[in-house]
């Protein structure tokens, strides 16, 4: 019984009457971890997120699932995962007779996140989904009326939400540091390797570096406003007789106005290496370049007097474990988490409105 | 006589087989310094430009245009120059008659650089004119017409273009140690004070920002990569209830495409401070921070490790009278300027591109 069935319960019970303090006792244990399986185990998902559960509190790693025996079998063994809590594509929705499984936690191609989310929540599993939440906008609409309809929670996985920097970052911008945000600059790039791999595959990835770095860029300039573009200026640079671009494109650079006169210049490249933002109002600024790698951020701020390096106010644990344990979180105490399925079709609809721009020639409205 | 005439001379004695040699020591006099007239007595005229002939080999400073009584006394007398070296804008036209003034070096609001570039061409004297330009590329195009109808020569006070760490700059990206340019993140902007300054006036300063301090990004893109874009996208962002900006812009910020595929992200803005670009290519980075400013410029580059300070090869002497003494030099050996009467037009035509894009929603190919 998962915790959200058990606090269905608890409520049906209050509802009735029935002393509930037993059952009290037992949807709100604290000591319970919830059941993560992870999905899909490339290089994301086995270095970067799979060893971070040792620092999770609410949170453990309890299943795998891959297309792929020879990994099930690796980290299967590494993580101490039974084979019963093993899965391949073809065995997945199994995963719903799996009690010790709450989480699915999907790091794939982006086009295929949409239909293991919907198989995920068909099974009756809440669903941790990478970021871009998908391919397209409506398949983000799709992925939300799956889990809205299996009443189960859906996250996309915007780690820098729970970045220490990023957090000083936010809290500065809104509590008006800068005098009112007048620009801000975000570029997020790097240098694409092998053409054969995914990420250059349009069926795949659903479109290029916008798809899978410059949306670090777009997402950072509306957590940082706190406010939704009204309109996307965009332009593409792509030398098509790469054969690393054959089918997606390379630089794609934005430009985004907000209500409160709020503007960004943003960039999304596969050929040039940039992980940074600033942000700008008539008082000063705050920077923070690497700004959403995967650690070694650094801020600095100019407010008054010279730029000046700033330590951001310490988090309780890395931006891994903290995004992971969020959506336990949620699980357990009912709320929405800070970056759910309508965080991630915000983003696909403007990616979609930056495609429009860059192709047709003209300012997209939103 | 000025030097251009004694070339004239020279080579009109040459052609009719005349001996040349006591003639031609005259015209190549290695002591003889130009004089220059400074049209606009204000403070970049008085604090940063007039002081710097005293660093100058080729220039001098010999006389003064002002609309103002005190400043001429004032300055007059600072500097040596003398009662008949002093002019009015009534008497300005009298310079004619001056034989020690070479170049009139115009440093007014830019909406009448065009009429004192006009009266100075047919005074005989050559022209040095602040940036921008002009109010308009029109006015531009009346500006070359005069001073070639004249025979005498113009330059435009782009200033970066002598001072060290730009050279650098330029340097290293075009011997390709970034590889092919992909990406040039410029912004410039200040916070602007005084509601009833020319810069604010429409009929004074031709625009906002980006004539003002928005060109500096522009012309830095173009000097950079060394092309011409051929299209550009723009979004402004100005609070029309803030008495600074009744009249002109705020904030613009644009993006250009150039031929080989390199782009850029520019902002100009009066309502936030930086000073600074990025240009980056697939093997790394060189950035100047503060870039053009007059002077404390700073450098760092990423070209293989991580990011490193640099130092730029070491220029003659600063960037002001560099300046100064190129037009003289030019103007001394019969060369254009590297930053002559068609490289401010350039910059006004896209400046009005730029506007165009903004107000249109659209992308303006040039």
Redesign the interface.
Known sequence: MDPMSKRTFLAAGLAAGVAALPLRAGAADPNRKLGYAILGLGYYATRIIMPRFAECEQSRLVALVSGTPEKLKTFGEQYGIPESHRYSYETFDRIADNPDVDIVYIITPNSLHRTFTERAAKAGKHVMCEKPMAATAADCQAMIAACKAAGRKLMIGYRSRFQAHNIEAIKLVRDGALGPV??I?A?H?F?IGDPKQWRLNKALAGGGSLMDIGIYSLNATRYLTGEEPV?V???E???RSDPRFKEVE??I?F?L?FPS???A???S?Y????NRY?V???K??VEIDPATSYQGQSMRT?LGGPPTPREPAPTKTNQFSAQLDHLSECILTGREPIVSGEEGLKDLRIIEAIYRSARE???VKL
């Open positions: 007048r620009t600059v570029d790039g240098t309109a200026n965009a332009m640079s792509t030398d390379d630089i650079s430009q106005l006169g709020a503007t210049n943003c960039y490249a050929s040039a290496n940039f600033r700008t109002g008539p000063g600024f100019q020639g003209r300012t």
